[in-house]
């Protein structure tokens, strides 16, 4: 069974600084991994996909990286805003289908302080 | 073009009631799955539906059923509701199928009293 860690589970940092959410999986057969973002009591926001064939993509100041071999997935912001506070989610799909549906981790709680 | 529309936004229902909780895609998304996500944790799987099959269901009880329409909309069924019921509900849909980018709705909070 699919398991995803997220870690830190929270994080408070100051305006301005480079930041790294980490997301570790259990199982590396995986067919792609999505980070998401999800502000208090909303829905949830893609932010970037990574097909399981590819090692990063970027989107603005966000770039992620994916190393299937070992689980691990990285979620890099550059220049952090007070807009970017949200709990971002990591989640999985599995490669032998996608009967499964998405596996997500418990997702990081980020502030982002003025 | 519209994003994934949920309704209703919020719903109150007491033990043992049935609810409906609703989605409609993405235009042109065949494939709608659901999700329920409690305080504190990750959407957690409950079904996949693409082309109108049942595609994938996640370790949920028979209380929880699903149905997709013609339209690719699709309700989500509870029966007998229990207070671990409560969640915000999330309805997912993709343009290719179960395993391509998944783009969710704002959800549907649901207290159970």
């Known amino acids: 069974k699919q398991e995803v860690t997220q870690i830190p589970a929270a994080l408070s940092v100051p305006e301005g600084e480079n930041l790294v959410l980490n997301c570790s999986f259990t199982?590396?057969?995986?067919?792609?991994l999505q980070w998401f973002r999800q502000d208090p009591g909303k829905g949830l926001t893609s932010l970037l996909l990574i097909q399981s064939s590819q090692r990063e993509q970027t989107s603005g100041r966000l770039n992620a990286s994916l190393d299937k071999s070992s689980g691990r997935s990285t979620l890099y912001i550059a220049a952090s805003q007070p807009g970017d506070s949200a709990t971002y989610l990591c989640?999985?799909?599995?490669?032998?289908?996608?009967?499964?549906?998405?596996?997500f981790g418990k997702g990081t709680h980020l502030i982002i302080q003025p | 073009d519209a994003g994934v529309t949920q309704s209703p936004t919020h719903l109150i229902k007491t033990r043992g009631q049935q609810v409906t909780l609703r989605c409609s895609p993405i235009s042109g998304h065949k494939s709608v799955s659901w999700y329920q996500q409690v305080l504190g944790q990750g959407p957690q799987f409950i079904f996949q539906?693409?082309?109108?099959?049942?595609?994938g269901r996640g370790n949920f009880p028979d209380r929880f059923s699903a149905r997709q329409f013609p339209n690719y909309s699709s309700e989500l069924n509870v029966n007998a509701l229990l207070l671990g019921d409560s969640a915000l509900y999330l309805c997912?849909?993709?343009?290719?199928?179960?395993?391509?980018?998944?783009?969710f709705g704002p959800g549907t909070r649901l207290t159970v009293l």
């Open positions: 199982d590396s057969a995986i067919y792609n």
């Open positions: 997912a849909s993709s343009l290719l199928g179960p395993r391509a980018e998944q783009f």
């Open positions: 989640a999985v799909i599995g490669s032998g289908g996608g009967a499964d549906g998405l596996t």
């Open positions: 539906y693409y082309e109108k099959e049942e595609r």
